[in-house]
């Protein structure tokens, strides 16, 4: 069975850091592109960050710039991403999603379950 699951969510505090992982079993990620996206409460689905099959393209959300990076680590089959300085507008669920072009273009081919990411004192 091909899937994607994100871990890493959970409960934070303003201005700390989590890092969500997106985990494939059933598939190789080496050649697929993965994005990362959020939906809140109430809101649409927004993308957040993307990273190309190579690894060498990334872009990000304006609001994400410098304070999420993401990341993938092939060997594990897994990819990352490094929220700091989180901000309770930063609630959401993400979710991870795989591009079989490679390039960061919609439609991505499979979708993750989500994990929660809530921002809170």
């Known amino acids: 069975q091909l899937q994607l699951v994100e871990s890493g969510g959970g409960l934070v505090q303003p201005g700390g850091s989590l890092r969500l992982s997106c985990a494939a079993s059933?598939?190789?990620?080496?050649?697929?592109?993965i994005g990362w996206f959020r939906q809140a409460p109430g809101k649409e689905r927004e993308g957040v960050s993307c990273?190309?099959?190579?690894?060498?393209?990334?872009n990000y959300a304006d609001s994400m710039k410098g304070r999420f990076t993401i990341s993938r680590d092939n060997a594990k089959n897994t990819v990352y991403l490094q929220m700091n300085s989180l901000k309770p507008e930063d609630t959401a669920v993400y979710y991870c999603?795989?591009?079989?072009?490679?390039?960061?273009?919609?439609?991505?081919?499979?979708w993750g379950q989500g994990t929660q990411v809530t921002v809170s004192s």
């Open positions: 990273i190309s099959s190579s690894g060498g393209s990334t």
């Open positions: 999603a795989a591009d079989g072009s490679g390039l960061c273009i919609s439609p991505y081919d499979y």
């Open positions: 059933g598939f190789t990620l080496d050649y697929y592109a």
